[in-house]
């Protein structure tokens, strides 16, 4: 995240002339730092030890059906938003936004050693602001806030990451890291975060008073552990 690059402001411009702009995953880096790691990824997909993030807007589906394309539109941008912006601050790059829900990576290209930790204070940013943010676009939107919450799924450990596909190339992480992310993202209640065991144990102190419950997951034979965070 502090790169000798000066990407803002009136010292940037010599860079920007050629072409060194704030990266569109996370602006607090720069393009040269984009185009190092995606000509790589192009040449090999390496495997990396990593935090992921899912954040999901729930009931998005519901509100798609009752409110006109404009108002839909402005629910996403303000949660796209407030995602993006507490990602960013903890140095998470926002690798995708599917839908209602985004998925970040933490710990690359940016090497942080408290990734986990970086992640959950990220999410409880998301939460935060999103609390603040919503009650405007309840009283906006003629919505309850209970239409409005975020359920948030949070895993650390080893997973691939590179340009995957042939027709459609897409710079991402795969693996079961991935996936379990996604899934406890899948069960958690609007404004509730739930992080993995891994997550519980790399992120102390900051999870001391966290309590776990054993989740059914789709896709896994065994009940998986996850802590409210």
Not at 106 to 129: G, Y
Request: net charge positive.
């Amino acid at each position: 995240m502090h790169l000798p690059v000066p990407i803002r402001g009136v010292i940037s411009a010599p860079f920007r002339a050629f072409g060194v702009r704030p990266s569109r995953m996370n602006p607090n880096t720069c393009t040269i730092c984009e185009l190092m790691f995606t000509k790589v990824m192009r040449a090999r997909k390496i495997t990396i030890d990593a935090t992921i993030m899912f954040a999901d807007l729930r009931g998005y589906t519901s509100l798609s059906q009752s409110q006109s394309p404009d108002a839909v539109s402005g629910l996403l941008d303000a949660f796209y938003d407030e995602c993006a912006s507490a990602i960013w601050e903890h140095d998470g790059l926002l690798n995708k936004t599917i839908g209602d829900a985004v998925m970040a990576v933490f710990n690359f290209p940016l090497k942080r050693e408290a990734h986990a930790r970086n992640a959950v204070l990220a999410a409880r940013d998301i939460q935060k602001n999103w609390r603040n943010r919503r009650e405007a676009l309840v009283a906006a939107h003629g919505l309850t806030v209970s239409e409005l919450g975020i359920g948030i799924g949070i895993h650390s450990g080893e997973l691939s990451f590179g340009e995957f596909g042939r027709s459609h190339r897409d710079l991402t992480a795969i693996g079961t890291v991935v996936n379990t992310a996604s899934r406890a993202q899948s069960v958690a209640e609007a404004d509730q975060i739930l992080v993995t065991k891994a997550v519980f144990e790399r992120a102390q102190p900051d999870l001391k008073e966290s309590r776990s419950k054993a989740f059914q997951l789709k896709g896994f034979d065994v009940p998986v552990e996850l802590y409210a965070a």
